[in-house]
């Protein structure tokens, strides 16, 4: 984002959209560090339901992690922003449709928003809350992974167990990250893992 392209004396809505293991976590936790060393008061919320690493922290899969205030519905962010001049949402898609209109509400009374999210789901259909968050946004960056079949760019998020609920909370070896060609929603085994990839060729099966 280039300095003289940022709003002056607006609020506005930042959204990090992508697959699962694609750094949407680690991009906000980044954001958000990067307010608080400019020493800008900061809030992150994560949703309730997740409870996959710490009870007070949003992490990342690299390890990465920062404060956060557990909600189990989007009305109860505003109450708790207080003097935040930046607000990072974690797991969109855990939140109710609501969370659009309270992440454009606090963009509108000058906050800084910055909200992440699976875009698809894992029969890649949009999630919302996301398609909603993402045409009202401001900014948008759409993180990819690194497929864990071929090596090519991935923007799907492969379900490995066989499980009929859209969302999974709690699993987490459930997915892999999968480029369009090696996708397949119908199919729940793990693909071959073995790296590195060199020109799509899998050098451990050439040992």
């Known amino acids: 984002m280039h300095p003289h392209l940022l709003p002056q ?4 809505l930042e959204v990090i959209a992508g697959c ?8 906000l936790i980044r954001r958000v560090r990067r307010a608080q060393y400019a020493r800008q008061p900061v809030i992150v919320f994560s949703p309730a339901i997740d409870r996959r690493f710490s009870q007070d922290c949003v992490d990342s899969h690299s390890g990465h992690s920062i404060k956060s205030v557990k909600v189990a519905r989007s ?6 922003v207080g003097d935040a001049l930046v607000v990072g949402i974690d797991e969109a898609q855990f939140f109710d449709d609501e969370l659009v209109s309270v992440a454009n509400d606090l963009a509108k009374a000058g906050k800084r928003v910055v909200v ?6 894992y029969k890649g259909k949009p999630f919302n809350p996301m398609p909603s968050l993402l045409a009202t946004a401001e900014y948008i960056d759409k993180m990819l992974a690194i497929c864990v079949v071929c090596g090519n760019p991935a923007d799907r998020s492969q379900r490995i167990v066989n499980r009929d609920a859209r969302v999974l909370v709690g699993e987490k070896d459930a997915y892999e990250a999968r ?6 929603p119908d199919n729940f085994a793990p693909s071959q ?10 050098l451990a099966e050439e040992e």
């Open 9 to 12: 004396d607006v609020g506005w």
């Open 20 to 27: 699962m293991y694609s750094g949407k976590t680690e991009e």
């Open 75 to 80: 009305a109860d962010i505003p109450a708790l």
């Open 116 to 121: 992440a999210g699976l875009d698809l789901d």
């Open 179 to 184: 480029c369009r060609r090696c996708w397949d």
């Open 193 to 202: 893992e073995h790296l590195p990839f060199a020109m799509g060729r899998n």
